[in-house]
């Protein structure tokens, strides 16, 4: 089933690193893609896209643009705004997967989106892991491997491994790679 034709306006939604991969992908093949996110230096990490810090506006300034959106962002909230992004009898494609636990302002309410997706006739397709060699071939590719490599916003040794992980749990933090041995230089 092909989700997204070469025509189609695409946004994905999240500039964590699922987010920033998927945008750097879409962009590689030819798509003319939005990147949303809320940080403008990990916006910045992908060429190619158009990039769109995201606001209180964004969904009223962006409503029904698209035809196909990503949602990418991990967040309980990030299936509204993909959906008032997503054109009537558009595609969702729904890439986060959320905590159950929550009050009322931060789950979104099943009604809600069920009335969105029927009403405007929009298609939900849940993605969880595409196929392995050719995601394989493309981390092979120079522009993915400079992606990667900037996504990496500290190397530790690993004999300071608490440090890193403590480090890789701090918000906005992309990677933290733990070293094992002699580092070379850069």
């Not at 993915?144 to 749990?169: C, F, H, P, W, Y």
Request: charged share 25%; glycine share 10%.
């Amino acid at each position: 089933m092909q989700v997204i034709k070469p025509e189609d306006r695409v946004a994905v939604i999240g500039d964590g690193k699922l987010g920033l991969l998927i945008a750097h992908v879409l962009a590689s093949k030819g798509l003319k893609v939005a990147f949303l996110g809320r940080h403008e230096r990990k916006l910045n990490l992908v060429e190619g896209v158009a990039r769109v810090l995201v606001t209180e506006a964004t969904a009223t300034d962006f409503a029904g643009s698209f035809d196909v959106v990503v949602e990418a962002s991990g967040s309980p909230q990030g299936i509204h705004l993909a959906l008032a992004l997503t054109r009537p009898l558009g595609t969702l494609v729904l890439k986060s997967t959320c905590s159950l636990e929550g009050d009322a302002q931060t789950l979104p309410l099943w009604s809600s989106v069920a009335n969105d997706v029927v009403v405007q006739e929009k298609r939900v397709v849940g993605s969880r892991c595409g196929p392995f060699p050719p995601a394989l071939e493309l981390l092979r590719q120079e522009g993915t491997k400079r992606l990667v490599n900037a996504m990496v916003d500290r190397v530790v040794d690993l004999s300071q491994g608490v440090e890193g992980i403590e480090a890789a749990q701090r918000k906005g933090a992309l990677k933290v790679q733990l070293a094992v041995g002699p580092r070379e230089k850069p």
